[in-house]
């Protein structure tokens, strides 16, 4: 599968690991964020899938995908 780094230039960074990013495959996204904090993950319990996880990106990496 190749992924292509299309994270917004803002919110690249060069010096960490930890940082948000979006990559596009030929047929899907793939995004890498935060885990949520054990009040955010209670807050959407039951949505969630077993085979699922939830991250938290700043509105403003998603804003920035679609200039």
Do not use: H, N, W
């Amino acid at each position: 599968m190749k992924f292509t780094d299309i994270t917004p230039a803002e919110f690249m960074c060069a010096s960490c690991s930890a940082c948000p990013a979006v990559l596009e495959t030929e047929s899907s996204y793939v995004i890498i964020g935060k885990k949520l904090s054990a009040e955010a993950e209670a807050a959407v319990a039951g949505r969630v899938g077993a085979d699922e996880y939830v991250i938290e990106v700043q509105k403003g990496m998603i804003d920035g995908l679609k200039k």
